[in-house]
């Protein structure tokens, strides 16, 4: 067994430590407002409940510890006071996660993730409409942990309401876990998926993906593919160019016979079949790909 002493690691690899022992944990996926109305929405496994009566969730928005920055979220909390913290399941996940791509000030991540902003009754924030359970909350205290790179900020939220999809409840009208389908976080590329076990999710570019909003119409409104393929195919720097798609034409026989057969529902299975595999580049040269 080694014995570490936190003082004597950087803070990257006690990090990672951290996140590889303690998991899984729940996600927090925090909607915002900044002053002036622009949205925010961003994910954050350090969360959890932490009471009832009142309700009380909290989760921390860590500073970044390459450069000790602070989030958008913790900014907007800070001013306005009001969180909407909506759970993630398998349905979003990949969705979430390219929501977690550091897009500049102002970028309405709802737009890149490709999600539905949902007015709330009480706050400000928008909820995600496809998340199976929203909270409304008012931001009780802020409590820094810390002022170097990797400190966290307990926000201490109070839920003023909850919002509930009928789809996940039994018949009792409780809440059945195998229907809500929660995911959590564990170390490095590695989530939970409550029912089933371990997955990968890729993390987002260092550098901006394309963001789901980029995706061409005819992708995105065919019913081949699901919010999670879509989040897979925004999480990309740039489009194949036309040269790289007729390189890959000439040299794939599979692709060629699909596109002699001038089926385009066929050429989205094909696709599809790629993104499954986590082959997204592929996956996009078929998409994009012309007889």
């Not at 080694?2 to 990672?16: D, G, H």
């Not at 909390?77 to 969180?83: H, I």
């Not at 359970?133 to 409590?143: A, G, L, P, R, Y």
């Not at 820094?144 to 839920?159: D, R, Y």
Request: charged share 25%; hydrophobic share 40%.
């Amino acid at each position: 067994m080694i014995s570490v002493n936190p003082k004597e690691v950087t803070p990257v690899k006690l990090q990672a430590y951290l996140q590889g022992a303690i998991g899984p944990r729940p996600i927090a996926f925090a909607s915002t407002l900044d002053e002036n109305g622009n949205p925010n929405l961003s994910p954050f496994s350090f969360f959890n409940v932490f009471s009832s009566n009142p309700p009380i969730l909290v989760f921390s928005p860590a500073r970044r510890v390459r450069d000790n920055t602070v989030k958008h979220t913790l900014i907007n909390a800070e001013k306005t006071k009001e969180v909407v913290i909506n759970v993630v399941n398998y349905d979003i996940v990949q969705q979430a996660s390219l929501s977690s791509t550091e897009y500049a000030d102002g970028v309405n991540e709802f737009i890149k993730a490709g999600l539905t902003m949902l007015p709330s009754d009480i706050v400000k924030p928008f909820r995600v409409a496809e998340s199976p359970v929203q909270f409304e909350c008012k931001v009780n205290e802020i409590i820094a942990l810390g002022t170097e790179g990797g400190a966290g900020n307990l926000i201490i939220c109070e839920v003023v309401k909850l919002h509930i999809s009928e789809e996940i409840l039994d018949a009792n009208g409780t809440i059945d876990q195998h229907k809500i389908d929660l995911v959590a976080r564990m170390g490095g590329n590695w989530y939970s998926r409550a029912n089933q076990g371990l997955f990968e999710v890729e993390k987002p570019l260092t550098t901006l993906g394309i963001g789901v909003d980029a995706i061409p119409d005819f992708v995105k409104e065919s019913p081949i593919f699901d919010g999670n393929d879509l989040g897979k195919l925004g999480n990309v720097e740039a489009l194949p160019t036309d040269e790289e798609i007729a390189i890959f034409v000439k040299e794939d026989f599979a692709i060629k016979a699909v596109l002699s057969a001038d089926d385009i529902e066929k050429q989205f299975i094909k696709a599809k079949e790629h993104l499954d595999n986590n082959e997204v580049a592929t996956a996009w040269k078929v998409l994009l790909a012309k007889q």
